[in-house]
């Protein structure tokens, strides 16, 4: 079964300042994508970046970047640059794309609340 | 860009009423509709999929006799909770996707409070 982990429940970072958020994964299937969204207060779920497992170079996005190290099945999500306006709850999610990848299900990891101080 | 439209944004209801909740993809058609329970501070929780035209699949541990997912149509699903308790009370959130390709678009979430 598929399965995300993301080990900080909170990260504080100074504006202007680049912060990497943690992401390891685990799946049996050799195709899979994986995201990362962003969730302010409001609760509406915001897209930031995608990453496929067969992907060569890894994904950027913008301020966003995904230090993807297949081997080590890890996504981390590298933010740079931070504004006041990143302060917000960050997922990683994963979709299997092969064998196990008719449903198209995507399942999220437990979030980190990032802070951005002035 | 892609547009899901969930309603209502927020909802209380005493406890034992049923509650529906609507999402309804305004541009596109969505071949498949996801639904998502997500607790205060807490992840995203895939409760079912649900495809046009075909019975819902439930993950495991969610009720389906107390979650009752319905998709009429390629633009709309329905999520009904029935017979509501206190410990229902939570952030349901829908997303929907056309092919894989567009990626996921979710809905702007629902707000249950059961008293």
């Known amino acids: 079964a598929q399965k995300i982990t993301q080990t900080q429940p909170g990260m504080f970072v100074q504006e202007k300042e680049a912060v990497t958020l943690d992401c390891t994964y685990d799946t049996s299937d050799p195709s899979y994508g994986l995201f990362w969204y962003k969730q302010p207060s409001s609760g509406e779920m915001i897209f930031l970046i995608y990453q496929g497992s067969y992907d060569q170079q890894n994904a950027t996005e913008g301020r966003y970047s995904l230090n993807f190290q297949k081997a080590r099945k890890s996504a981390n999500l590298v933010i740079s640059a931070s504004q006041l306006g990143d302060s917000a709850m960050y997922f990683c999610?994963?979709?299997?794309?092969?064998?196990?990848?008719?449903?198209?299900?995507?399942?999220f990891g437990t979030g980190t609340l990032l802070a951005v101080q002035p | 860009g892609a547009v899901v439209s969930q309603h209502p944004s927020w909802v209380i209801c005493k406890s034992g009423t049923s509650v529906k909740i609507e999402c309804r993809s305004l541009?596109?058609?969505?071949?498949?509709m996801f639904w998502y329970r997500q607790f205060p501070k807490q992840s995203l929780m895939l409760m079912a999929t649900s495809n046009e035209g075909s019975k819902a699949t439930y993950e495991q541990g969610v009720e389906k006799d107390k979650f009752l997912i319905n998709h009429a149509s390629l633009t709309l699903s329905t999520l009904t909770v029935t017979s509501a308790h206190p410990e229902d009370s939570s952030f349901y959130i829908c997303?929907?996707?056309?092919?894989?390709?567009?990626?996921?678009?979710f809905g702007s979430g629902t707000r249950l409070t059961v008293v």
């Open positions: 997303s929907a996707i056309r092919n894989r390709e567009d990626g996921y678009t």
């Open positions: 541009d596109f058609q969505a071949t498949t």
């Open positions: 999610a994963m979709r299997e794309e092969g064998y196990g990848g008719a449903t198209n299900k995507l399942i």
